[in-house]
Nanobody, 123 residues
Framework: QVQLVESGGGLVQAGGSLRLSCAAS????????MGWFRQAPGKEREFVAA????????FYADSVKGRFTISRDNAKKTVYLQMNSLKPEDTAVYYC????????????????WGQGTQVTVSS
């Protein structure tokens, strides 16, 4: 079992930065691929970024490539999403996800999800 708790969301002006954190419980955090997703009002949840269990591989949605960076600290059982050059269209609830299988993280079918943290970017 893995429990995920996101933090770090808030209100920021366009062009600004935020760093989201996702703290995980459980003894085998290092075995899990991790991902970030987001859901804007009235829209479906969409993939943002993913990172492999030891951080050797990352993958990003085209919409955030070059602006967002996913990273992890397995000793702290935490995954991060550094978001730079934020745009109003980045406004959404951001969710952290975990799964033993990389493809399930990217596909959005992870076994474990956090409760989400709100990110609002004003123009």
């Amino acid at each position: 079992q893995v429990q995920l708790v996101e933090s770090g969301g808030g209100l920021v002006q366009a062009g600004g930065s935020l760093r989201l954190s996702c703290a995980a419980s459980g003894r085998t955090f290092g075995s899990y691929a991790m991902g970030w997703f987001r859901q804007a009002p009235g829209k479906e949840r969409e993939f943002v970024a993913a990172i492999s269990s030891y951080g050797y591989s990352t993958f990003y949605a085209d919409s955030v490539k070059g602006r967002f960076t996913i990273s992890r600290d397995n000793a702290k059982k935490t995954v991060y999403l550094q978001m730079n050059s934020l745009k109003p269209e980045d406004t959404a609830v951001y969710y952290c996800a975990a799964d033993l299988t990389w493809s399930r993280v990217v596909a959005g079918t992870s076994d474990y999800w956090g409760q989400g943290t709100q990110v609002t970017v004003s123009s």
